[in-house]
Each structure stands twice: as structure tokens, then as C-alpha cells.
């Protein structure tokens, strides 16, 4: 049995060391487009670019790991095609690799404004160890970062800028940073936090265009910059996946569909992680997640598909975000809610948001609040109901809220 892994970044790398951990003996192909081995993305906008990290510590196993579990890792090589027919993969090298399974793991890739300027080589996106080095060059002291886009990247690199001392401005369409991802109290506490810390933060601008020197906006004012970072949405790198037929979503940020154990359409093609399309039963919804928890959740239900161990429980999905000395931790997805409550003081930096359907909670977005976000998390997963005005009392304990 062989299986070769399309992508070596977090889902991918994460799902061949879970096939050796699970007692795979079959061969495994790992083919990334990337130089480096598997590594972790979330520090890229956090320690790393504060420089508080180094390579070896964003590395998901260390370098000699893949050699050591005859784990054949193929860097700096594109997976070019995909013949399901006779069950192969086309590289850029023109070697070609047969497969008894196929785990597709090839992330997703940052949204381009349709601008003039757009393709300027010195605009910055941040996806990759290479675009974390190129925009970390740039922050010294005094230097202007402008950020296009108020979502988590564009604010984590915010904060790392800031903290690096550059000045920094931040441009956002809506009306509120954080609006397509996260509640209003929510957007409404990171800005002030943001403005607290020297962030110009600067809501409802349209940007028209870039050019030397900064950023034109829609009402031909010039935003000047030394250097331009743009965080505007990800796309689901589904290319491969549509060219060979697998069912895909047509709109919106694209993604293989799957199923509730990693399976495309194709029963010997498996996808996980930023790519899919996927169910969530515990919301009985489906979705593209682009986090962490839902790479490493996907990574083991095509491990354990592929080996025939059982499925575990269907998770909660969650995220986290480290913005100065704040961690924001969400639990659930907040579709199904009717409303929202906040508990705690988000005056005083440690709060949490409730999102509730009926007497349960179905989403929590925790502010410095661990335990909220731990007893949230279970509580969803559990679908129990809670006594709402405990909820909302930050003197009762959040094990004292279940009915
Ligand atoms: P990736 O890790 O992106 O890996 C996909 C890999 O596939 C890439 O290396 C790509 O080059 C390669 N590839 C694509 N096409 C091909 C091909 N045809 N052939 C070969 N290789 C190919 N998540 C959190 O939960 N918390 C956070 O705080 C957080 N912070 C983040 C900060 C940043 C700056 C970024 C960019 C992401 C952050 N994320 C965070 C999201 C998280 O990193 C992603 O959800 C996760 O990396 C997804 O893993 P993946 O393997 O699906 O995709």
C-alpha cells in the first residue's frame, strides 16, 4: 500500500506522521512546494516576526524526522496533475508517482484585490515562511507598515509591528475589523486595544489602487507607506482537485468536498485541512475551516480511514489568536445563534461572548477567559442546556452554568 501526500505544510505533515503513529507500514510520498519541511504557520504573524522564534521551534517535527519514519519527503516540487484513471500524480521534476491512496493537503492562498498595482512585487502577503522573512526585513523601527485588511492576520501583524516599534495604519472595507469572523463586542474591543496601542485603525475606506509611496484610496487620498502588507481572505488551493474531476465547491472561497472521514468523491482520494469543504456535525453544517485543531482533525480521520482504525468523536472546531498580551480563544460556529450575551468586563480585558441558540451555547469567543473558553467548549460539544442568568453572572462559576 502507498499513499503520497499532495502539500507538506500543516494537515499534510500532520497526517503522515499520524499514519506511522496509527502503524502504517506501507510507503508514503510527501510532496510540498515549500523548501522547508512541514512547519507551523501561526507564529509567522506572532513570535516569529517579533523575532522571539526561531526555524527549528516553527518546525512541526524536526527536519530528520521524515528519513528516520521512511517518510520520503519531497521538497520544493509541485504536484502538477492528477491521473485518477490509472491512480498517478504528475511532479513539476516530470517524475511521475503511482498511489493506492491519495491525501490532497494543499492549503489555501491568499486572496489579490482586483487593483491597479495589485501585482506589484512590493506588496507583501503573509502565507509563507518566505513572505514572513521578506516582510520582517522590513520592520524596524520608524518604518510605515500599512495593512490592507482588518482580519487576524493583518491584526496579529499588527501588534508584532507595533511592538517593533513601526508605525503602523490599518485599512478595513467594512465597517469593523474582524466583521466577516467575529462578534461586534468582539471587533469593537481589538480596535480599541489596537488604537490603545498606536495602531490607525481606519474603518469603512475603500482602497482604490497601489502605487510608489503608499496606498490610494477611493477618495484619492494617499496613505504613505514604506511597505504595504495585504491580508484580504484566503482561497482554497482546489486547482488540482477541479482539473481531475473531484467535486468542488463552485463558489464563494472554493473546496473540496468531504466527507465526514476526509473522503472526496473519489473513494481513493482524501483531503484535508485550509482545502476542504467539510461537515461538521456537532453545528450539522458544512464548511471551510482555515485553523490549526481542523488540519490536525482531518489529518487523523484520513489517517484512520486509510489504516481502518475507528473515527474519533467529531470535534468542536475552535481558534485562537495572540494580539499583544491578549489570547482570544473561539469554540463553535455561530451560525444557528438567536443572540448574544457578554460575560465579564471587556473594559477589563478579560471577557467572553456567548453566542446562544434557545438555552445552549453553540459558539464562545473567550477573551484572556481560559475557563470560559474550556467550559464553553464542552458545553458545545455536549449540546447542554445552561441557566442563561448564571451565564451571564461572572461571579458564578462557569461549572455552576450547565442545567
Ligand atoms: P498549509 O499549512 O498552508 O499547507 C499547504 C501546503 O501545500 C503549502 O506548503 C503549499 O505550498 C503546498 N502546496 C499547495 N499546492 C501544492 C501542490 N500542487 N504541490 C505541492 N505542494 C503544494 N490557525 C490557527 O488555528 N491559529 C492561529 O493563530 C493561526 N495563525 C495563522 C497565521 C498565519 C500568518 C497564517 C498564514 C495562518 C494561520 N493559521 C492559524 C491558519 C493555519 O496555519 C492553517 O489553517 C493551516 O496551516 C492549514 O494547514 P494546511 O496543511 O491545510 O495548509
Not at 76 to 85: D, L
Amino acid at each position: 500500500m502507498k499513499v503520497v501526500i499532495v502539500g507538506a505544510g500543516h494537515a499534510g505533515g500532520s497526517a503522515a506522521a499520524l499514519l506511522r503513529a496509527s502503524g502504517f507500514e506501507g510507503e508514503i510520498v510527501m510532496i510540498g512546494e515549500e523548501p522547508a519541511p512541514p512547519y507551523q504557520r501561526p507564529p509567522l504573524s506572532k513570535a516569529w516576526l517579533k523575532g522571539e522564534a526561531d526555524l527549528d521551534s516553527l518546525l512541526l517535527r524536526p527536519a530528520e524526522y521524515y528519513a528516520e519514519h521512511g517518510i520520503d519527503l519531497r521538497t520544493g516540487t509541485m504536484v502538477v496533475s492528477i491521473a485518477r484513471g490509472e491512480r498517478t500524480v504528475s511532479l513539476s521534476d516530470g517524475t511521475v508517482e503511482t498511489y493506492d491512496a491519495l491525501i490532497l493537503a494543499t492549503g489555501s492562498t491568499g486572496r489579490r484585490l482586483p487593483l491597479p498595482g495589485a501585482e506589484r512585487p512590493d506588496l507583501i502577503e503573509l502565507r509563507t515562511l518566505a513572505d514572513a522573512e521578506r516582510l520582517k526585513d522590513w520592520l524596524s523601527p520608524g518604518r510605515r507598515l500599512v495593512i490592507v485588511g482588518g482580519g487576524y492576520v493583518g491584526l496579529e501583524a499588527a501588534a508584532s509591528a507595533r511592538s517593533l516599534g513601526c508605525e503602523v495604519v490599518l485599512l478595513e472595507r467594512l465597517d469593523r475589523v474582524l466583521k466577516r469572523v467575529a462578534s461586534e463586542p468582539l471587533s469593537a474591543f481589538f480596535t480599541e486595544r489596537h488604537r490603545a496601542e498606536g495602531v490607525d485603525i481606519r474603518v469603512g475606506v475603500e482602497v482604490a489602487g497601489f502605487e510608489d509611496g503608499g496606498v490610494r484610496l477611493g477618495d484619492g487620498t494617499l496613505v504613505e507607506a514604506d511597505v504595504v502588507l495585504v491580508g484580504v481572505g484566503a482561497l482554497a488551493n482546489d486547482d488540482l482537485a477541479r482539473a481531475a474531476g473531484l467535486d468542488c465547491d463552485a463558489g464563494g472561497s472554493g473546496g473540496i468536498r468531504v466527507n465526514e472521514t476526509a473522503r472526496t468523491s473519489d473513494p481513493a482520494i482524501y483531503a484535508i485541512g485550509d482545502v476542504t469543504l467539510r461537515p461538521v456535525p456537532v453545528h450539522g453544517c458544512v464548511v471551510r475551516l482555515e485553523s490549526v485543531p481542523n488540519a490536525l482533525e482531518q489529518a487523523r480521520q484520513a489517517a484512520h480511514a486509510i489504516v481502518g482504525r475507528p473515527q474519533s468523536a467529531p470535534e468542536v472546531p475552535w481558534f485562537w489568536s495572540d494580539q499583544y498580551d491578549v489570547k482570544l480563544q473561539i469554540a463553535g460556529l455561530p451560525m444557528e445563534a438567536d443572540r448574544t450575551l457578554v460575560r465579564g468586563d471587556p473594559a477589563a480585558g478579560r471577557f467572553a461572548v456567548f453566542h446562544l441558540s434557545g438555552d445552549r451555547i453553540v459558539c464562545v469567543e473567550a477573551v484572556s477567559a481560559p475557563p470560559e473558553f474550556m467550559a464553553g467548549k464542552q458545553l458545545i460539544q455536549r449540546r447542554t442546556p445552561v441557566d442563561v442568568a448564571k451565564l451571564a453572572d461572572p461571579a458564578v462559576s462557569m461549572k455552576a452554568v450547565a442545567v
